[in-house]
Structures are given as C-alpha cells and as structure tokens.
T-cell receptor
C-alpha cells in the first residue's frame, strides 16, 4: 500500500531534550516536506527536500533540522525543543512531476 | 513571496445547501493550485488540483473549483453538501520555479448540520 508513515504518532517530552520524528514513504517520491499545524494558522512548511542531500527552508525553520540521506526517509530533528514547538506535525511527499502531496498521519508533539 | 488567503474561517450549512469557499493566492511564477480536505481525526488528502488547461476542475465527492487567473482566485464549490462533508478545507499553492515550496491557507472549517 502506497503510504507515508510517521513515528511516533504521539510524543510528550520536556524542554531541551533532543528528539527525532521519522518519516518514510514507499512511493519513490522525490519531494518531501515537513509541516506544522496550529489552530487558526493552517499548515506552515518547516523544511522541504527536492531530492537526496537537497533540502531547503520553508516558512518556519527555526528550531528544526532535517536530513535526506535516503530517498525514502526524511527525519525531523528538534535539537532543543521548547514549549512553542508543541504542535501537530505532518510529513508529506510528492513526485517531482506531479506536485500533489501525500500526507502522513501526523505526530502530535507536546513539549512541557 | 507566495501567499494564500481563505476568506471564511468557519462555515455552517444545512444538508443539501450549496457551498462555496473562497481562496485567493499570490504567486510570482507558474502556479499549481490545490484543495485538500482533513476529516476529523484524519490526515490531509487531496480533493482536487489545477495545473493547466481547463480552469474548471472536478475532484472527488462532487467537489469542483474554478481557477480565475485575473482574480488570482481558486474557489471551491459543491452544489449540495452532505453531513459527511464536515471537515477542514485547505487551499494551497506551489509551482515553478520552486515546486518544493508550498504555501497553505489558514483553513476553513465546514460544519454541515443534518
């Protein structure tokens, strides 16, 4: 089944404790992105990648890191999480020639 | 800079009413436009898309949208809504020269009363 998977689905952590949210897609898509969804603010793009080893900042990259060492994986790293990073995070992927995105199920992160 | 503006934050309709959700965008290149839907507790899924050609596009579940280039608009319509259409709807834009960068609107929550 074609899908985007994210882990973990739910995470509660404390300020400053490094964490990684994994994202994997099995559709051989070139493009991958991370978004955060906050009430009233829609989805805001954090980082995106157009291929292996090619990443770029979205609209809200501060406090986040990404890497794209393999085509299928695009982990999101929070080196020192803060409470303002409490949010619902979505990973998405798309083909380079067809830009509609396929979304993962989301990761609800709470930073206390 | 690219941007998307959705006019209605919360819409409440009765079943069988007609729906139109507004979306205006700003983009400095060749534009791709999308509507995504997020049903309660689920992830986003594509409703319909416009890349080029016929400005009236049809999507799943009876939804359609019209691209009006002169008005920078891509409004979503459905002639008769159902209770199952209760969801949050997002308009989004990307395109050349940087198709990796996508911008979403703030979303419109649609509540359909049975």
């Amino acid at each position: 089944e074609a899908q985007v998977t994210q882990n973990p689905r739910y995470l509660i952590t404390v300020t400053g404790k490094k964490l990684t949210v994994t994202c994997s897609q099995n559709m051989n898509h070139e493009y991958m992105s991370w978004y955060r969804q906050d009430p009233g603010l829609g989805l805001r793009q954090i980082y995106y990648s157009m291929n292996v080893e090619v990443t770029d900042k979205g609209d809200v990259p501060e406090g986040y890191k990404v890497s794209r060492k393999e085509k299928r994986n695009f982990p999101l790293i929070l080196e020192s999480p803060s409470p303002n990073q409490t949010s619902l995070y979505f990973c998405a992927s798309s083909l380079a020639t067809r830009y509609e995105q396929y979304f993962g199920p989301g990761t609800r992160l709470t930073v206390t | 800079a690219q941007s998307v503006s959705q006019h209605n934050h919360h819409v409440i309709l009765s079943e069988a009413a007609s729906l139109e959700l507004g979306c205006n965008y700003s983009y400095g290149g060749t534009v791709n436009l999308f509507w995504y839907v997020q049903y309660p507790g689920q992830h986003l899924q594509l409703l319909l898309k416009y890349f080029s050609g016929d400005p009236l596009v049809k999507g799943i579940k009876g939804f359609e949208a019209e691209f009006i280039k002169s008005k920078f608009s891509f409004n979503l319509r459905k002639p008769s809504v159902q209770w199952s259409d209760t969801a949050e709807y997002f308009c989004a834009v990307n395109g050349a020269p940087n198709a990796g960068k996508s911008t979403f609107g703030d979303g419109t929550t649609l509540t359909v009363k049975p």
